[in-house]
């Protein structure tokens, strides 16, 4: 039985192959046709090869920790006990923070401060991939807080360029650090409600690329929302500022930022926000302001659509990173509520599929020289089928408009293998103290939970490799031209050799 589980998630998410491309992209690309055995630039059968430059401590680690939050009795205990009043005890919340330091925090981010974080980015740029830089602030009440996060934001950009060149790829902010909640709350609504009501007048709106379509979830507001009063809009007044002097000290240092995509209560007043300041930021051939795209969300694509071509009609250049989404149980929660359908798809296919949809235009976009795109995933099949597009399309290795990126922690041999195809790929690194990281924490136990996760993808190559390499201790140096016999054939067929890459711990 134990045996069993691994092959059959294995199965599962080589599966897709086939079906990856079968929908069109409704608004305009052509959909990428694959046939069931079609070529993959992308190797992930070799262990030996993508884990070449992880330490056997660190490979055995990861396993550990993957098996853990594979475990489902672990995980929702672990939640349960977050959410619950032993939180509100000094000593049981003291002891629960240390566990989860040690165990979800150490695997998932890279530290409590800049130096711990900056240690792991020379690590993983010296094993040829780049870091999303991420202070993990989000969800704040008041200008207070939104002054000292965007405090950290700054730091981050500043520290970003004391590490070697090129290897921080993106600084990343969420708009929750930096615009109280109750706001963002609020001009959603507003501009949920001019969506609905083109008369509807907002005087202090900014120039936006567009946010809504007709399948947006426009449930969120129900009634006419009161105009802002005279101090909500000086507190959007300040949340502007914020973002701009955020944007602008990316400009400065020239650093791209890319704006987290949250939950569609609050995500509109997100995408103002990110859109007005590409707009004020973007110039020339340069994306500096990235928004996010949620591929799970059924009005997604044409989104996308229609925010990049307004852009390419404004003769703006626009950055999309694409996820597939993280915020499921929370939305359909919130629909289910309020009596409405899910704004996800309502099946994981249908998702798979509009992610690769979305990945499949932006490539499109930029070998026409348009855009900029971060393909945010750990999904295997949709990192084999964009890697090959991107080659058949001739995007260059090494264009800095193409990004794939995958979580730390997550996702390892995908983010080798690509690496080792040539592509540029980053690791997301968040950092902060354990307790304001907790939310992040929480959504990668849900995402990870279950043995039908990608990482178990992972954890069963890790496991092939850890044996390997235990067997090569044993047999000397038998066990290396064991291996080298056995992936001949394998290698043969690469078109280049892996570069060599020094130790990731
Ligand atoms: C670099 C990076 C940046 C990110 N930034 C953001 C961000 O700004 N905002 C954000 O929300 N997330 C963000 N994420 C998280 C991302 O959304 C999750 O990691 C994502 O859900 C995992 O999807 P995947 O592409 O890795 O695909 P897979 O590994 O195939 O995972 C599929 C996921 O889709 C979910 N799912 C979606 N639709 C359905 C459906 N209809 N039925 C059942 N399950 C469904 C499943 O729960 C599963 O977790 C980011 C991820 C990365 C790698």
């Keep these: 039985m134990a045996k069993r589980l691994p092959t059959t998630a294995l199965r599962l998410f080589s599966r897709r192959l086939d079906t990856a491309f079968s929908s069109s992209f409704a608004v305009g690309s052509q959909p990428l046709k694959l046939e069931p055995a079609a070529p993959t630039i992308v190797d992930l059968d ?9 330490s056997t401590s660190k490979l055995l680690r990861s396993s550990v920790n993957l098996g853990f939050v594979a475990n489902e009795t672990f995980v929702d205990f672990g939640m349960w006990v977050m959410d619950s009043r032993l939180m509100e005890t000094t000593l049981v919340r003291d002891v629960i923070l240390k566990t989860v ?38 969800h704040t009440t008041n200008n207070d807080g939104c002054d000292r996060n965007l405090e950290g934001f700054i730091r981050n950009v500043e520290f970003s360029k004391s590490l070697p060149p090129s ?10 650090a930096i615009c109280p909640i109750s706001l963002l709350r609020r001009v959603s609504d507003l501009l949920r409600w001019q969506y609905k009501d083109p008369s509807f007048a907002l005087p202090w709106k900014l120039n936006t690329l567009p946010i809504f379509t007709n399948t947006s979830p ?58 007005s300041s590409a707009i004020m930021f973007n110039k020339d051939e340069n994306a500096i302001v990235y928004g996010t795209i949620q591929a799970y969300l059924k009005d997604s694509k044409e989104r996308l659509f229609m925010a990049s071509k307004t852009a390419e009609n404004l003769g703006i250049p626009m950055g999309f990173k694409l996820v597939r989404g993280a915020y499921m149980s929370k939305e359909t929660r919130a629909a289910s509520e309020l009596g409405y359908d899910s704004p996800i798809h309502s099946s994981i296919e249908e998702t798979h599929s509009c992610y690769d949809d979305c990945a499949s235009y932006m490539l499109e976009r930029i070998a026409d020289g348009n855009d900029a795109v971060v393909l945010a995933t750990h ?14 399309l001739g995007i260059q290795r090494g264009n800095p408009k193409l990004e794939f990126a995958q979580l730390y922690g997550m996702s390892e041999a995908l983010s080798f293998g690509l690496r080792n195809a040539g592509f540029q790929v980053s690791k997301y690194l968040p950092y902060g103290p354990v307790d304001m990281v907790m939310p992040y924490l929480l959504r990668r136990a849900e995402e990870n939970r279950g043995l039908l996760s990608t990482s178990n993808v992972d954890r069963v190559l890790m496991g092939k490799e850890l044996k390997r390499r235990v067997k090569s201790l044993q047999f000397g140096k038998a066990g290396d031209e064991l291996h080298e016999g056995r992936n001949r054939h394998t290698i043969a067929q690469i078109p280049q050799q892996a570069p060599r890459f020094c130790s990731y711990t």
């Design 46 to 54: 070799d262990h030996w090869k993508l884990f070449a430059s992880v």
């Design 101 to 138: 330091k040690h165990t979800m925090f150490d695997h998932f981010c890279v530290g409590e401060t800049t130096e711990e974080a900056g240690m792991c980015i020379r690590k993983i740029h010296k094993a040829g991939l780049r870091g999303m830089l991420s202070y993990a602030v989000e």
């Design 167 to 176: 290897s921080v790829s993106f600084v990343i902010a969420k708009m929750t």
């Design 218 to 275: 426009l449930y969120h507001t129900l009634e006419k929302p009161e105009p802002l009063t005279p101090e909500e809009e000086q507190d959007l007044e300040l949340a502007h500022k914020r973002l701009q002097k955020l944007c602008q000290k990316c400009v400065d240092l020239n650093v791209p930022l890319t704006i987290d995509a949250e939950d569609t209560s609050l995500q509109p007043a997100i995408d103002y926000f990110t859109y």
């Design 379 to 392: 999904n295997l099949q949709s990192g084999k089928v964009a890697a090959l597009k991107a080659r058949n």
